[in-house]
């Protein structure tokens, strides 16, 4: 804890330490050689004031390891987040440098290497000069300082507000406690580890703690590296490291500097010089400070999002803490490591392409987000959206990639349509009729028909999405009428299970079996749909999605590693179906494309009043989905809208999501790589197909859309 004030006592309880001091140096066989033993009748005294803790032994004295901050990794190993209370960094003895461990001996305690943990000489001098005036000082050696310190650092760490009130008190039984401490602490340690210690749990300002964080916070520089002028202004600190912090009060802290460096010359620890030299440095001109930001907002805006997204999966785990109060200290006391599973090369594409689409600044005032997963293991390897993360005015720190919650449009027919081959259909039977009405009872879950009002179902361009069409069609067109009709001939319920068994739930719930939820009325998020998706691609094994690889404790042993949780909740053939049917679809009917004529399997989506619209797509090796809209009024229509300086009369999942950012993402992030071959499975036997309107091809050129969600 970073003590504000200086280390002084009253000149009565330096007395009464005094006395103290000679009873338990007698009953401990360290009497300090020419420390004088009081006059007659004194025993009397010394009984009188020493406490019963006299009696027991100092084994209760445990020693700690300070608290230490965590830091979140990349899969490439780059720091992505530092998670603290206390900024502090252990290092062991030999990457301190001599500099520093000479400075702070001089100014703290130059009887250091002499004395046995209490320092006789220094409490008389302490006595004389407190009774005369001439001072306040409370001689505390670095041990009993060390001591002091690590008292408060265990009832830090183990929430013992008791345990830091009685380590820190102004009473002569805490300086008797911390005497004896001492004396024990250096029969058990040697000398360099006590200082060692001591130096890495000292306070060296507000929130920084141990001289390799004060190192790099105030020089950008490892504690090894300190030269003596450094090491002069850090040894400085120690005595009231708020008082003399140097980015606060350059004036204080360079006159405790100066202070030390004259020790240091009187020690003859530096010449004159030396002396001059450092005396006429400005404290300003000594510091390059870091200043790191703690937690996500300390990761670069591309990053923070998955950042607050892994920390919530941390803070869910049971693995790192009885409650999620217990994991949260953990995670800032802890000295963790996590690595996590973020791509920094795909979260850099994910990151380039949402924000050159659709700026965060543009005037659309839409909002852009995208979330990648990897199929066979559902580790997240990008997640971006347009906004700046913050608290500020046009800052957010809504993770729209995985906590949004967006009308889905169009992308949820296919979820009927792995209902349509689960029951045995082929993509080649005839769905979809010219009347667009179904009553109550049309539609049923086990057999039974279900409650519903009357259902008409709408469709954008009308007409020329009625009659009948195979699968390919449908899902290239997406037609409503031909989805609701296979809802229709399907178990109905089914269909919004075999959703929910692949993530798709709305508020973690199963969406309700409603017929407007077919063509996409519920709201859910890019990742759950990239999840979702991904498990097509991974013959119908649903990966649930995972931001972190392993967390390692301050010595690197594992606390967990985390492996893929996977299941099949697709039977496989049925997967490679649907995968086959999308691909076909997408190649026929789309205009988005991957770099290289990479094909792909995929679903666009738009939702009323283009208010949502979507792109979701996946490869074997990689799945992706792109939500645009406005995050905090989801329902706003995009039409007539220009976005990026490029007007748009109607915004589609194929018009802004699918080629602006979907396919330059899986462009990039799959470029240079063989890749897993897509499925090509029988679907069924091509019927002929109905005479088709000669409108089609202007139907087909805006390929998808949907008028969706009512």
Known sequence: MANSGTRSVTPLQLVTLLLTFLGISVLLGVLGAG?????????????????????????????????????????????????????????????IADTMKKAIVAIEDRRFYEHHGVDATGIGRAIAKNLIGSA?????????????????????LEGDVELISTATEQTPERKLREMKYAIALEKRMSKDEILTGYLNIAPFGPITYGIEAAAQRYFSKSASELDWNEAALLAGLVQ????????????????????????????????REEYDQFIETPVADQLNPTVLREGCAGASDSASYFCTYAVQQFLADESFGENTAAREHLLKTGGLSIYTTLDPNKQSYADEAVNTAVPDDDPSGLDAALASVVPATGQIVAMAQNTSYGIEDAQTTNNYAANGHFQ?????????????????????????????????????CNGQPIQTDDYKVNDLFGSLKLGQMDSIRAVGISGNQAFVNMASRVDFCQIFQTAADLGITENGQTIPPYPANII?????????????????????????????????????????????????????????KV???????????????????????????????????????????????????????????????????????????????????????????????????LPNVYIGTPAPQPKEKSEDSDESSSSDDDGDAE
């Open 579 to 677: 995968t086959t049917v999308l691909n076909k679809a997408t190649s026929q009917y789309y205009s988005i494309r991957i770099a290289d004529g990479r094909g792909y399997a995929g679903k666009t989506g738009t939702s009323d009043d283009s208010a949502n619209t979507w792109m979701t797509g996946y490869t074997p090796d990689l799945s992706a989905s792109v939500w645009v809209g406005h995050a905090k009024a989801s329902s706003t229509p995009n039409l007539g809208v220009t976005v990026n300086g490029k007007y748009h009369k109607e915004l589609y999942g194929d018009s802004l999501a699918g080629p602006d950012i979907w396919a330059p993402y899986m462009s990039k992030s799959l470029a240079g790589t063989q890749g897993t071959p």
């Open 35 to 95: 420390l004088l033993v009081p006059a007659a009748g004194s025993a009397a005294v010394v009984a009188k004031t020493i406490p019963s803790i006299i009696d027991d032994l100092p084994g209760d004295l445990h020693m700690v390891t300070p608290a230490q901050g965590s830091i979140m990794y990349d899969s490439a190993g780059n720091v992505l987040a530092r998670f603290y209370d206390k900024q502090r960094i252990v290092v062991p003895s030999d990457q």
């Open 520 to 576: 996409g009325a519920a709201t859910v998020s890019p990742l759950q749909m990239a999840a979702g998706f991904a498990a097509l691609g991974n013959n119908g094994k649903y990966c649930v999605p995972q931001a972190m690889t392993s967390v390692k404790d301050s010595a690197e042993n594992v606390l967990k590693e985390f492996q893929p949780d996977c299941k099949e909740v697709i039977p496989a053939e049925v997967a490679r």
């Open 408 to 444: 889905l449009g169009s992308t949820f027919k296919v979820f009927t349509l792995l209902q349509w081959f689960k029951e045995g259909h082929n993509a080649y039977e005839l769905v979809g009729r010219n009347d667009i009405n179904y009553p109550n009872g049309s539609f049923r």
């Open 136 to 156: 306040t000082q409370g001689a505390s050696t670095i041990t009993q300082q060390f001591v002091r310190n690590s008292l408060q650092e265990r009832g830090y």
């Open 240 to 271: 009231s490291p708020v008082t003399y912090d140097p980015l606060r009060y350059p004036e204080a802290a360079q006159e405790r500097r100066d202070t030390v460096l004259g020790v240091l010359f009187t020690e003859e620890l530096i010449g």
